[in-house]
T-cell receptor, first 119, second 112 residues
Framework: DSGVTQTPKHLITATGQRVTLRCSPR?????VYWYQQSLDQGLQFLIQ???????AKGNILERFSAQQFPDLHSELNLSSLELGDSALYFC??????????????????FGPGTRLTVL | AQKITQTQPGMFVQEKEAVTLDCTYD???????LFWYKQPSSGEMIFLIY??????QNATEGRYSLNFQKARKSANLVISASQLGDSAMYFC?????????FGAGTRLTVKP
């Protein structure tokens, strides 16, 4: 158990709908990352928040948005869903922003993932 | 352009032997981090090992070690004394200032 929690575990919805995925980081971790894993695209970095502020942005679509709240949990909002959005969505957390020496706690720990199926 | 390359789609190793999974990366940043993750068939992503670009010593975590060759831009994972439970997908990843990228993965199968 990594200490990172994600809800829900599974989500089935229809095209055009909107969903919200939730992530609680490990206790004390300030940084939250969101990733998408699909068969055709592999693992893709979406976005990172550090202590409530957006830190880095990857291949996140405009239909997707995220935020990190004062209690450090994060939500990923996916709207106008398409069939191609079906994927496993992971959240990860780290104490620090993710670059630096090994001793600086940049290691990222992943949650169990949310499997999204768009029908 | 591919920033993280794992050239071995699949690898086989005999139980109790050591195995090396290859990873090369491309970056112009001076400061970056390198990760290895294991993904068993159950789907979770398990953190294995981390190496910072300025770390002078190769990272080790139990049976896992990272063979970091900065000039060659390689960060190979060495698993010693393979176990049946090591059978899984293994991903190499690199964190730069504004991005995090993953390789395509290597499927490792440990034979009894």
């Amino acid at each position: 158990d990594s200490g990172v929690t994600q809800t829900p575990k599974h989500l089935i919805t229809a095209t055009g709908q909107r969903v919200t995925l939730r992530c609680s980081p490990r206790s004390g971790d300030l940084s939250v990352y969101w990733y998408q894993q699909s068969l055709d695209q592999g693992l893709q970095f979406l976005i990172q928040y550090y202590n409530g502020e957006e830190r880095a942005k990857g291949n996140i679509l405009e239909r997707f948005s995220a935020q990190q709240f004062p209690d450090l949990h994060s939500e990923l909002n996916l709207s106008s869903l398409e069939l191609g959005d079906s994927a496993l969505y992971f959240c990860a957390s780290s104490l620090n922003p993710g670059i630096g020496p090994k001793s600086s706690y940049n290691e990222q720990f992943f949650g169990p993932g949310t499997r999204l199926t768009v029908l | 352009a591919q920033k993280i390359t794992q050239t071995q789609p699949g690898m086989f190793v005999q139980e109790k032997e050591a195995v090396t999974l290859d990873c090369t990366y491309d970056t112009s940043d001076q400061s970056y981090g390198l990760f290895w993750y294991k993904q068993p068939s159950s789907g979770e992503m398990i953190f294995l090992i981390y190496q910072g670009s300025y770390d002078e010593q190769n990272a080790t975590e139990g049976r896992y070690s990272l063979n970091f060759q900065k000039a060659r831009k390689s960060a190979n994972l060495v698993i010693s004394a393979s176990q049946l439970g090591d059978s899984a997908m293994y991903f190499c990843a690199m964190r730069e200032a504004m991005s995090m990228r993953f390789g395509a993965g290597t499927r490792l199968t440990v034979k009894p």
